[in-house]
């Protein structure tokens, strides 16, 4: 006979959700929490929580075995649900459809948390129109040994340049290293135009801020704090207030007031703190949905810079190539570059040419590019993936030593149902006699190249 499933059944505002396993172990490291720890914390900041996922249709990120191994993506609610639980249709541009869960309370909180949602990923439409966005996304993405300090001043940027625009900011913090800055809209603006705005503005954010702020979307030519204007592309979703991150610290994603940014650091918010907090100072972003403002003044940017010959960016690697985009080839990858003359400048390619020593047998010659970069790690697992970065420092210790922190781009990549993380080499600073050439990843295990062979793309 099969052993019966743990499970306890608590009773949230008049309905009762089954939370199975409820002893399982998620968190283990800095701090010990269990399921259903988990579930009682969203419990205690259910007032918070549920006001950045109310009404929205939401993406399911599941960590079914804990926040320390990896999870995976579901848009399709599942069959087996509440009656009570509402779904909608969403579109996405590949064009399929999926029916989404869509919470609206403590009760529907706790359920998608017993399904292993640790965080909140919520799509920035409310149900009565699913193709205008009603919310303005901000995330900035600071790159590798960029700190806390830069992340705040470019928050304060962005601030300012909002009110100029004629919008509200509402910063938070992302959970990890970096700041979301969140700003309510009037449901008039497609979601072309919302990025096109959310464009305009990293644009003349990068023009105030250039040592501290890019817009650049190629890892290879950022530097600081990158703000991600993808993030309003129709099928994305970023972590919502008061989602936990999986940090071995259990952090959360912080609502803040403004003036709190000059003093916070992003690990002071965790499980253990943030049920604390919000009982004391209440939900910073409480009265957001009363600020809706527009997007003219920044769309108005937008034009002044196609009109100044800045036109798209690129697009995230799904979506269909959109009129006016750019090439969308890394620039390492790039063929060739326009120089100043507009006139097309032949670029070495980075493969591999071929040259005769003495003894008439040809050797591989390393090609001079732009951006030299290697692939070093591919794996489903970012641990194995560091490690074996650690093993290619040690085969080249001459090159590794040459390394800017920026040097390493650690990637994660999306596949239809889960992420991989992919490591790369910028060997810009190595002198380029000891420059290694491209190996096999060690470990080389990514679960998106036989889709992609099947498919014909290339490797």
Same mark, same amino acid.
């Given at each position: 006979m099969a052993k019966e499933e743990a499970a306890e059944i608590l009773s949230i505002d008049g309905r009762e959700v089954r939370i199975t396993n409820p002893d399982k172990p998620y968190f283990s490291r800095?701090?010990?929490?269990?399921?259903?720890?988990?579930?009682?914390?969203?419990?205690?900041?259910?007032?918070? *929580?549920?006001?950045?996922?109310? $009404?929205?249709?939401?993406? =399911?990120?599941?960590? &079914? /075995?804990?926040?320390?191994? +990896?999870?995976?993506?579901?848009?399709?609610?599942?069959?087996?649900?509440?009656?009570?639980?509402?779904?909608?249709?969403?579109?996405?541009?590949?064009?399929?459809? *999926?029916?989404?869960?869509?919470? $609206?309370?403590?009760?529907? =909180?706790?359920?998608? &948390? /017993?399904?292993?949602?640790? +965080?909140?990923?919520?799509y920035a439409v409310r149900t009565n129109d699913l193709d205008h966005p009603d919310e303005r996304r901000i995330d900035l993405d600071p790159g590798p040994g960029v700190e806390w300090d830069d992340v705040r001043r470019v928050a304060m940027e962005t601030k300012n340049l909002l009110e100029e625009m004629g919008l509200r900011g509402w910063p938070k913090t992302s959970g990890s290293r970096g700041m979301h800055v969140n700003a309510r809209i009037k449901q008039q603006w497609t979601f072309t135009e919302v990025r096109r705005a959310a464009l305009a503005l990293s644009r003349e954010i990068e023009r105030r801020a250039p040592k501290i702020a890019t817009s650049k979307w190629w890892k290879e030519e950022r530097h600081g704090v990158f703000l991600d204007y993808n993030q309003n592309a129709k099928d994305r979703t970023t972590c919502s207030a008061y989602s936990i991150r999986p940090l071995p610290d259990a952090r959360v994603s912080a609502p803040l007031r403004w003036e709190e940014i000059p003093d916070c650091e992003p690990g002071d918010f965790t499980v253990l703190t943030m049920p604390g907090r919000l009982k004391a100072i209440g939900d910073p972003n409480a009265r957001m949905d009363d600020a809706a403002g527009s997007l003219e003044q920044l769309l108005e940017l937008a034009d002044r810079d196609e009109a100044a010959g800045l036109g798209d960016a690129p697009w995230p690697p799904h979506f269909r190539k959109m009129e006016g985009e750019p090439a969308r080839v890394a620039p390492s990858r790039a063929k060739g570059t326009k120089g100043a003359g507009g006139t097309k400048v032949a670029k070495k390619a980075s493969k591999q040419t071929m040259s005769k020593t003495t003894t008439g047998k040809k050797t591989a010659a390393k090609s001079r590019v732009k951006m030299p970069l290697i692939v070093v790690a591919n794996s489903p697992n970012k641990e194995a993936a560091l490690a074996g970065l650690e093993r290619w420092k040690a085969r080249h210790p001459d090159s590794a030593s040459h390394l800017a922190v920026d040097d390493v781009l650690v990637d994660s990549m999306r596949g239809r149902s889960s992420t991989w993380t992919r490591i790369r080499v910028n060997l810009r600073h190595v002198p380029e006699e000891v420059r290694p050439l491209q190996e096999t990843p060690d470990p080389d295990d990514d679960p998106t190249r036989a889709w992609r062979e099947g498919r014909g793309k290339p490797r």
């Open positions: 800095d701090v010990k929490l269990s399921k259903l720890d988990v579930v009682q914390y969203y419990l205690s900041v259910a007032s918070g *929580a549920v006001v950045g996922i109310r $009404d929205r249709p939401s993406m =399911l990120k599941r960590f &079914v /075995n804990g926040a320390e191994r +990896e999870p995976f993506y579901q848009k399709r609610a599942p069959e087996n649900r509440p009656e009570w639980l509402r779904t909608v249709t969403l579109s996405f541009p590949s064009g399929r459809t *999926a029916e989404e869960v869509v919470v $609206d309370d403590a009760a529907g =909180l706790a359920w998608i &948390v /017993n399904l292993g949602c640790i +965080e909140l990923h919520p």
